[in-house]
């Protein structure tokens, strides 16, 4: 299993399978600032494509060394995951997104990656959002596989959808009750566990300021890396994850403490509950910089 911290995805852009450009930017020659991305063969390809689709991406994976991003494929459903597992050349890949995933077939997905070095990412889209024994159970089983689990996703549109709700490009789903509601029950399930969790989409792609808005709410809020539609996002997520350096050395103070509790700044510092927080902040100090 490749050793890869969820803080490495980044921006993770989704790309329908079908996509004229896709063997190049697997290359990592036209984004190669992109950190990860998904080969979308679901709610992002139209439904004629995907035997071109599946035709050209076996191809494509078959005809390069190694692919730059970490990527990864969003198979249709439990069905396609059994015949992209059999293709030669799916040792590629890192690993997979597994689509509305729910308790009708978390088991069966699970059972199909259990003995490959593939890392997941489970999104649950459907109605164990918004019921929380049933996501309760949910999270029982993808304990059984925590190694490997790199996140838990959650379809932020189709909550919405389900929801009969839209958001503006000014609004947060932490500025709407219902959104929030479901969204902070989500993060507080599996993020206690020990999983990370990744921001949803933010749909409004030409509106640079809305998204790194969206990114930074994102960051307070605990959820790490985020889904993105259009490459002019990847910089603008890039920016934002970059750590102040009043924060960063806060951090640094934090997890080299000598005592349990101390004064930092004026304020009451605990070293053993602040460490979590603190080694987050510092790993993303790592990769995306820091501001001075």
Do not use: W
Request: net charge neutral; proline share 2%.
């Amino acid at each position: 299993m490749k050793d890869i911290n969820y803080m490495q995805l980044g921006a993770t852009l989704f790309i329908p399978a079908s996509h004229k450009d896709l063997q190049v930017i697997l290359s990592g020659k036209k984004y190669p600032n992109l950190k990860s991305l998904v080969i979308d063969f679901e709610d992002g390809l139209e439904e004629n494509d995907f035997d071109y689709a599946m035709q050209r991406v076996e191809n494509i994976l078959s005809s390069i060394s190694g692919v730059s991003p970490l990527t990864f494929i969003r198979a249709k459903d439990v069905t396609h995951l059994e015949v992209l597992l059999k293709l030669k050349s799916i040792t590629t890949i890192t690993g997979f997104v597994l689509a509305k995933f729910s308790l009708l077939n978390a088991e069966s997905y699970l059972d199909l990656v259990q003995e490959t070095k593939h890392l997941i990412m489970p999104s649950i889209e459907a109605d164990e959002l918004f019921n929380h024994q049933k996501l309760h159970k949910l999270k029982e089983i993808i304990l059984t596989n925590k190694q490997k689990v790199l996140l838990v996703r959650f379809g932020l549109e189709d909550m919405l959808r389900q929801l009969s709700m839209r958001r503006k490009c000014d609004e947060s789903l932490f500025d709407l009750s219902v959104t929030a509601s479901v969204t902070g029950n989500f993060i507080a399930t599996f993020k206690s566990v020990g999983f990370s969790v990744s921001g949803g989409v933010y749909p409004c792609f030409k509106d640079a300021k809305g998204f790194v808005k969206d990114v930074k709410r994102d960051i307070k809020e605990g959820l790490i890396s985020k889904t993105i539609i259009h490459p002019n996002q990847i910089a603008l997520f890039d920016e934002a994850y970059k750590v102040q350096k009043e924060e960063y050395e806060e951090a640094l103070q934090i997890v080299n403490a000598e005592r349990k509790v101390f004064k930092l700044e004026g304020k009451m510092a605990e070293s053993l509950t602040m460490s979590p927080y603190s080694e987050e902040l510092i790993h993303r100090a790592q990769i995306y910089g820091i501001k001075t």
